[in-house]
């Protein structure tokens, strides 16, 4: 149990009969009347952010986020199929939870599967992945001094925005967080 004046960034608690990550919290002594703590908490599950206040001393139930490495194995039209690579096991996750955190990663590559109690709710993705560019059009020479930038398709399928530079059948880096190209390989 962990009460409210020991919240840091980071740390999950179960509020509610949900799980919340605590993204940021403010410690407020008011001139008149008692203390507060103003937070600011990320649903875990379904991503919704909300802001409330608690009081120091209100106890909460510390959640453990356990993160399996599983392997992405394929998609079969509906569900984004895992396996654990030590005991064999395979899960299916339906594409609508988790089609954003898999629009980057291809087949056989590993990602962490979040779970809580043994309910798996999400999809960690690798922080950066390379990926070949499958279809863009030819960069123009001229004005570059702005970072001009064009569409590219990954062999994901994703869309990225890459520099004028980058031609089909290069390989680039992404940061899966924001969907940014980062360089060319």
């Known amino acids: 149990m962990i009460t409210a004046g020991d919240f840091k960034n980071g740390r999950t608690i179960e509020w509610e009969g949900e799980i919340y990550r605590i993204i940021d919290f403010q410690h407020v002594k008011p001139g008149k009347g008692a203390a507060f703590v103003r937070t600011k908490l990320k649903n875990i599950k379904t991503g919704g952010v909300i802001e409330t206040s608690f009081r120091p001393t209100e106890k909460f139930e510390e959640a453990t986020i356990d993160r399996l490495d599983m392997q992405y194995l394929y998609d079969d039209g509906e569900a984004f199929n895992f396996m654990n690579t030590e005991t064999f096991d395979q899960i299916s996750m339906?594409?609508?939870?988790?089609?954003?955190?898999?629009?980057?990663?291809?087949e056989n590559?590993?990602?962490?599967?979040?779970?809580?109690?043994?309910?798996?709710f999400a999809v960690e993705p690798p922080l950066f992945v390379e990926l070949e560019v499958t279809e863009t059009e030819p960069g123009f020479k001229g004005n570059t001094s702005t970072?001009?930038?064009?569409?590219?398709?990954?062999?994901?399928?994703?869309?990225?925005a890459v520099p004028l530079f980058v031609e089909i059948g290069d390989k680039i880096q992404i940061d899966t967080r924001t969907g940014e190209y980062l360089k060319r390989v």
Do not use: H, N, W
């Not at 339906?94 to 089609?99: G, H, M, N, R, Y």
């Not at 970072?147 to 990225?160: I, L, M, N, R, S």
């Open 147 to 160: 970072g001009a930038t064009k569409p590219c398709t990954v062999e994901t399928g994703a869309q990225v």
């Open 109 to 120: 590559e590993m990602v962490k599967m979040l779970s809580y109690k043994g309910d798996i």
């Open 94 to 106: 339906p594409k609508d939870t988790i089609a954003d955190e898999m629009r980057f990663i291809k």
